[in-house]
């Protein structure tokens, strides 16, 4: 099973609203990674967890927070956010081990900013 | 700073066609190299992964090679079929980062005709 599920599928959030992402993959990876993409522009990495901690935060505005509660689950609440941050928002994993470091890509979840 | 191009943004092609797609990097110093496919509102597939100690690696119909002194990269697709159209991005992974941050090109969007 190489799958990472993420859901929803698809979000519509207002500026002043709190809504929170999920990702989970049962493949015993211990580093997990959250992307923002832009139509027609390649994946931007936001944050890397490994081993549940995070590990790299790519400056990104407080109105995203990310939670890994357990080495199987990724979350990331949304707050106060803008149109802009209108975009599809990828959850990946791979083993921590950079020679055996394929990332999976879960199928994202569309967010909509109104 | 890592950064990765790729050669054509955009390619139409008829069925059956062999056809290369390529990818460059400005530093050679990476760990190793990802393929991957997108299609339109989805999360990317990773096709192959090929070493730094690596020249190249074989999927099915797909072949990428990897020049790291040159820093080049090139998947080739033999006998493309109308299931082959998609975005396909080359993502390198820099050696000195203990994590996973990947680099990404733009990709290049292939079409397929029937």
């Known amino acids: 099973d190489t799958e990472v599920t993420q859901t929803p599928k698809h979000l519509v959030m207002g500026m002043t609203n709190k809504k929170s992402l999920k990702c989970e993959q049962h493949?015993?990876?211990?580093?997990m990674y959250w992307y923002k993409q832009k139509a027609k522009k390649p994946p931007e990495l936001m944050f890397v967890y490994s081993y549940e901690k995070l590990s790299i935060n790519e400056s990104v505005p407080s109105r995203f927070s990310p939670e890994c509660p357990n080495s199987s689950l990724l979350n990331l609440h949304l707050h106060a956010l803008q149109p802009e941050d209108s975009a599809l928002y990828l959850c990946a994993s791979s083993q921590v081990y950079l020679a055996k470091n394929i990332q999976y890509f879960g199928a994202g979840t569309r967010l909509s900013v109104l | 700073k890592q950064e990765v191009t790729q050669i054509p943004a955009a390619l139409s092609v008829p069925e059956g066609e062999n056809l290369v797609l390529n990818c460059s990097f400005t530093?050679?110093?990476?760990?190793?190299l990802q393929w991957f496919r997108q299609d339109p509102g989805k999360g990317l597939t990773s096709l192959l992964l090929?070493?730094?100690?690596?020249r190249e690696q074989t999927s099915g119909r797909l072949n990428a090679s990897l020049d790291k002194s040159s820093g080049r990269s090139t998947l080739y697709i033999a006998a493309s079929q109308p299931g082959d159209s998609a975005t396909y991005l080359c993502a390198v992974r820099r050696r000195e980062t203990s994590g996973s941050r990947l680099t990404f090109g733009e990709g290049t969007q292939l079409t397929v005709n029937p």
């Open positions: 493949m015993g990876h211990r580093a």
């Open positions: 530093d050679s110093a990476i760990y190793n």
């Open positions: 090929i070493q730094s100690s690596q």
